[in-house]
């Protein structure tokens, strides 16, 4: 039986599952990172929604005139390394140890003659152990990972149509692998105050005021999948403002949230996810003093 449009993804089902995945693709991601030059706000670390899963779009190999692409294919179940001059290589996703899997993904990237270093370390995460030693993450559930596909499908549509609206700069619709999440950014054109004591990380990825929409699978804080909302800075009065329900403020995380269950429950998925994104958008432009007009298409 195919599976529905808004197919289930409880955390607890494939969190074993969700976690491997995660620093997979952390591994992956830091090659995109260690090779890409840098981008306003870190975009040239993220990945993007393909048809078949998820993947870095061409990334420079190094000082030669080539590129290569890496892309997660959650249908054939592989890892696909792509170069321009024709080469190509691939890894099969299956129960296997984050400690393997970063062993002979560093092995085909000497294949193909693609040299690089970063450190092997994950981050945002809660489980520090070195990619070379982790061999307790070791799950793969294939078919949670194809109903992660098809959410990650629906969220980059209507992404996508929520953007439509706003003629100010956007971010593109990416796959943050350090937060393990899907997210659109919305700027009000000003800069943000100084973060005091702030990496050089966050420093450049919160420089200027930022509303920004995303969808989430959840971690050990909240173990939900959701769609969320979250302005930076965070202006004074959000947590009073109200979403359409079953969204609402989390004070825990400081942002909205609307639980993925509660999406597939309610009918018109769709609608629901846009209803609360432009529900929330328009509550912290409103208290953020957004230029509107300036900002947004009329009509």
Not at 44 to 57: A, E, I, Q
Not at 120 to 129: A, I, L, N
Not at 155 to 168: H, S, V
Not at 250 to 272: C, H, I, M, W
Request: with cysteine; net charge negative; charged share 25%.
């Amino acid at each position: 039986m195919d599976e529905p449009d808004w197919p289930p993804l409880p955390y607890d089902a494939w969190e074993g599952t969700r976690d491997t995945l995660h620093l997979w693709t952390q591994i992956v991601g830091k090659t995109r990172l260690a090779l890409s030059p840098l981008q306003n706000h870190w975009w040239n670390v993220p990945f993007y929604v393909s048809p078949r899963g998820l993947t870095t779009s061409s990334v420079p190999e190094g000082g030669h005139h080539r590129v290569f692409e890496a892309e997660f294919d959650f249908l054939s179940h592989r890892l696909e390394i792509r170069a321009s001059d024709g080469r190509r290589a691939h890894i099969e996703l299956f129960p296997r140890s984050v400690a393997d899997f970063y062993q002979e993904y560093r092995d085909r990237l000497r294949e193909l003659g693609i040299r690089v270093r970063f450190w092997p370390v994950p981050v945002e995460f809660d489980d520090p152990t070195p990619f070379p030693e982790d061999r307790h993450h070791a799950s793969y559930d294939a078919k949670a990972v194809e109903r992660f596909r098809q959410a990650l499908i629906n969220a980059d549509l209507l992404f996508k149509r929520f953007q439509t609206g706003f003629t100010g700069k956007t971010s593109p619709v990416h796959f943050f692998w350090g937060s393990f999440d899907l997210a659109v950014t919305r700027f009000s054109g000003r800069r943000a105050p100084e973060r005091p004591g702030a990496d050089p990380i966050t420093r450049e990825a919160y420089s200027h005021e930022v509303i920004s929409g995303g969808f989430w699978p959840g971690d050990r804080r909240f173990p939900h999948a959701a769609f969320y909302c979250y302005a930076a800075p965070v202006p004074p009065g959000l947590e009073t403002e109200r979403v359409p329900p079953p969204g609402a403020w989390n004070t825990a995380l400081g942002e909205f949230l609307l639980k993925y269950e509660d999406v597939r429950d309610s009918g018109a998925p769709d609608q629901e996810v846009l209803a609360f994104l432009r529900s929330a958008y328009e509550a912290a432009a409103r208290r953020a003093s957004w230029d509107r007009v300036a900002l947004e298409r009329a009509g």
